[in-house]
């Protein structure tokens, strides 16, 4: 039987099958979009960057357009560079009207990366304003979407000291994180744990942090593996030495260098 590539690469952008490559070849513009939402999760920027630059050659305005410029702003984000992420994640935001309303997913996605983007470069009421204007998602959003709002919330909270909103936040986007979602599932832990962190709970930030690094390592999400490196580097290791923890952020970092980031 012949694999469907739309539910492969769905299963694999977010669902079931993370770090599962090869992904197959996309055909359709939506295909390329989820093409490189998984090759980006596991460090992939070239191929992602690739990916979303044919997308939206073929297709240059609407929705789709509008989540290729938010996908393309979040992998500047994971690489640190927030100012060129905002004039992605504005674009993304006026395409997101399409032709008479706003795309629910594509108009909650760029609202959400421009609110990382003001916290990134610390304009934090900006960024607060924005996340209000991003909630609540319609009923018929991706589940998604609430999540990563929960996320970029429970960094505000954590970048302004407010330990107990950071792991409110942060425990409700795990929660909101079906069975499925692996990815989300693995990035709500991130988060937690340095939501953890901020609110001085070291102890369980630990635990998190260690059970979600080794999903990282069984599923190939290399940014999130370099990410709990980078904390359990600061916070310790019940399970892996310092030296250990200093190899593996390293090697994380050279790999997704090799992989077309810019870290």
């Known amino acids: 039987?012949?694999?469907?590539?739309?539910?492969?690469?769905?299963?694999?952008?977010f669902g079931a099958e993370p770090g599962r490559w090869p992904l197959p070849a996309a055909k359709t513009p939506r295909q390329r979009w989820l093409r490189a939402v998984a090759a980006g999760g596991q460090g992939r920027y070239a191929i992602a960057t690739?990916?979303?630059t044919e997308l939206l050659r073929e297709t240059p305005a609407g929705p789709l357009a509008s989540l290729a410029h938010s996908t393309r702003g979040s992998f500047l984000r994971q690489l640190g560079d927030h100012r060129r992420?905002?004039?992605l994640d504005g674009r993304a935001l006026v395409l997101a009207r399409g032709d008479h309303e706003v795309d629910p997913e594509a108009g909650a996605d760029a609202l959400v990366g421009l609110a990382a983007d003001a916290l990134g470069i610390g304009r934090f009421a900006a960024s607060a304003?924005?996340?209000?204007r991003a909630a609540p998602e319609p009923s018929t959003a991706p589940p998604r979407l609430a999540?990563?709002?929960?996320?970029v919330t429970a960094e505000l909270a954590m970048v302004t000291g407010?330990?107990?909103?950071?792991?409110?936040?942060?425990e409700q986007a795990c929660e909101l994180v079906s069975e499925g979602m692996v990815r989300h599932r693995v990035k709500s832990q991130v988060v937690?744990?340095?939501a953890l962190c901020c609110a001085g709970n070291l102890d369980r930030a630990r635990g998190v942090a260690e059970d979600a690094l080794q999903d990282t390592d069984r599923l190939g999400l290399i940014p999130l593996r370099w990410a709990l490196a980078c904390m359990?580097?600061?916070i310790g290791s019940t399970t892996r030495t310092a030296e250990e923890l200093r190899e593996l952020r390293d090697d994380a970092a050279e790999l997704v260098r090799h992989r077309g980031g810019n870290w």
């Open 129 to 132: 304003a924005l996340l209000d």
């Open 85 to 87: 992420a905002r004039g």
């Open 162 to 170: 407010d330990g107990a909103t950071a792991v409110r936040h942060a």
């Open 232 to 234: 359990l580097a600061d």
């Open 1 to 13: 039987m012949t694999e469907d590539p739309d539910a492969a690469l769905t299963a694999a952008a």
């Open 147 to 151: 999540v990563r709002r929960h996320w």
């Open 50 to 52: 690739s990916e979303l």
């Open 192 to 194: 937690l744990a340095g």
